[in-house]
């Protein structure tokens, strides 16, 4: 039984974790203005491009503000995977290169509370950055996106959702990559495919059909489609409750899965002393 | 005067040896070059075909060109971004590593041991460029319509180009202090959009267009997708591209020169050879 002592440890924990994310981040400020503007600025080149190729197929200017919207909610809710799953698994390599990893994993603190509390900045972070492209969208752009009450509702829910997947990918992609010789090339391989398959910019209807069976695997491609037809009415991919169900399941399934497969990585690694090892 | 040459020569084939050996050790790097940009072109190819499917048939003259319009940048961006990184951190990892004023003291140069990289880091990301665009031919159905002459003028210009430009930013980055950072800004996500990489540069507002104009890659984009697939003018590639390349590299070698004097006597001076 979890006593209000270890929660009130546990919480300590999460919020000394935070605190020292922040206060490394502001110690280089440049880095921390550029991640931010980064997205916006990768945002910007996108929908640039669509404009582009909206020009070369003779796409009319409301149907070019349609494909934008559908480009800036997939970037939006794409934001979580992008940000958590890979200042994740960096804040574990750079432990490691540092040579804290072991030590801090000596703390009696869960390894769970520990992990999530790496992420807590990150997560922060992409609630700005989310910030920033809406805005960004509705100045640059006049990108709005409409809804009722209950479409709102259905949106910040697709948004917990993927965060939890986020989790799932991270704590895969961090036991990856802190127990492989080259962790960007491993975080590249694991995560950047998914961008291709989970219809970020653009509808799955569009892919071969062998890369639409692999696309339906991914619950993220179904928490992409239900985020984009709660804010701005897109059909879907299959039927909505069906797909609500299938990112309830993703959402509870993958941060397990994931946390499985880094306590083998982890205990693999420990036993051969491997860990705090550069 | 030929014993000399003919050490200079030496030394550089040494050094490419050196690098080669490096790299050859992390064959996964070596894929991922060539694996990179097809993922990176992969989302916008298909963003092509969204947009285009809703208007014509997909697989159209105008799409296809549209795909090898991005195809090309994205190569474009790759060979800068993997020559960059290469070249780029050469100086300081030698520092970090307290080999740099060994090597400093046979070559007597610093920009002798940066050449000598250059070799080797260009020679092999010019192999996966080859790799890269067979990949494209094959694997992605890109359209070339190769005018032999312009292509060869404009790689061979391209490659001093951006070697000269990693060389200036390799001593950039010797003395930067948020190196990462500066990595980012300037191999990023900045370049891709000023120097229309998927996206014609003209549709940027006239200040950035300037900007995007005062870049050699913007100019190394054009003038290679004329040559390797014959979007754009003839006439504006020879008048405006090459010419500018030319001035590029030519006021590159003569900072690169600066530079070098500079990195040096400040290094005699305050004896940080290998200060990390």
Not at chain 1, 151 to 163: D, E, G, K
Request: proline content about 4%.
């Amino acid at each position: 039984m979890v006593n209000g002592n270890i929660i009130k440890t546990w919480t300590w924990a999460l919020l000394a974790i935070l605190r020292k994310d922040f206060l490394v981040s502001s110690k280089y400020p440049v880095s921390l203005l550029f991640s931010i503007f980064d997205t916006l600025i990768s945002f910007i080149t996108i929908i640039l491009t669509a404009r582009f190729i909206g020009l070369s197929s003779g796409t009319s200017p409301a149907a070019a503000r349609t494909f934008e919207s559908y480009i800036l909610s997939g970037i939006v809710i794409y934001q979580f995977l992008d940000t958590v799953a890979n200042g994740f698994a960096y804040s574990l390599i750079v432990e490691k290169n540092i040579g804290t990893i072991e030590r801090n994993f000596t703390a009696p603190l869960p390894r769970f509370i520990f992990l999530v509390g790496m992420t807590l900045y990150d997560l922060g972070l992409s609630f700005v950055k989310i910030g920033i492209l809406i805005l960004g969208g509705k100045f640059l752009f006049g990108i709005t996106f409409f809804g009722s009450h209950a479409s709102c509702f259905l949106a910040f829910s697709m948004l917990f959702f993927m965060v939890l997947m986020s989790y799932g990918i991270g704590f895969w992609g961090a036991g990856t990559a802190v127990s492989s010789a080259d962790p960007a090339l491993s975080l590249f391989v694991l995560q950047k495919p998914l961008m291709v398959f989970c219809g970020v910019y653009y509808s799955i209807a569009v892919l071969p059909f062998l890369m639409q069976c692999v696309s339906l695997l991914f619950p993220i491609t179904y928490a992409v489609d239900m985020f984009r037809f709660s804010i701005s009415n897109h059909s879907t991919i299959i039927l909505p409750q069906l797909e609500l169900m299938i990112v309830v399941f993703g959402a509870i399934f993958m941060p397990i899965c994931g946390y499985i497969r880094f306590k083998q990585l982890e205990q693999k690694y420990l036993h051969e002393g491997k860990l705090g090892q550069f | 005067m030929n014993l000399k040459i003919d050490t200079r020569f030496v030394h550089l084939g040494a050094i490419a040896n050196r690098v080669l050996i490096e790299k050859l050790r992390y064959p996964a790097g070596f894929c991922l070059g060539i694996l990179a940009p097809i993922i990176i072109y992969l989302p916008f190819s298909f963003l092509a075909r969204f947009i285009f499917s809703s208007q014509i048939s997909p697989g159209s003259p105008n799409e296809l060109m549209l795909r090898s319009y991005i195809f090309i940048g994205i190569l474009v961006l790759s060979f800068f971004g993997n020559i960059m990184n290469d070249i780029g951190f050469y100086l300081l990892n030698e520092r970090m590593h307290g080999t740099l004023l060994i090597n400093y003291s046979i070559l007597r140069s610093v920009n002798t041991l940066l050449r000598g990289v250059s070799i080797a880091v260009i020679g092999l990301q010019l192999l996966n460029s080859i790799l890269l665009l067979l990949a494209g031919y094959f694997l992605l159905g890109i359209v070339f319509k190769a005018d032999l002459l312009i292509l060869l003028t404009v790689s061979a210009i391209s490659v001093f180009c951006i070697g000269e430009m990693a060389v200036l930013y390799a001593y950039i980055i010797l003395f930067a202090n948020e190196r990462g950072t500066i990595h980012r800004i300037f191999t990023g996500t900045i370049v891709p959009l000023l120097c229309g990489i998927s996206f014609s540069a003209a549709l940027l507002p006239s200040p950035l267009s300037i900007v995007s104009f005062l870049i050699p890659i913007t100019h190394i984009a054009t003038a290679l997708r004329y040559a390797l697939t014959g979007i754009g003018e003839l006439s504006s590639v020879l008048k405006v591209n090459l010419p500018c390349l030319v001035c590029f590299v030519l006021l590159l070698f003569f900072v690169n020169q600066r530079f070098h004097d500079i990195v040096v006597t400040r290094f005699r001076t305050h004896g940080k050879w290998e200060h990390y």
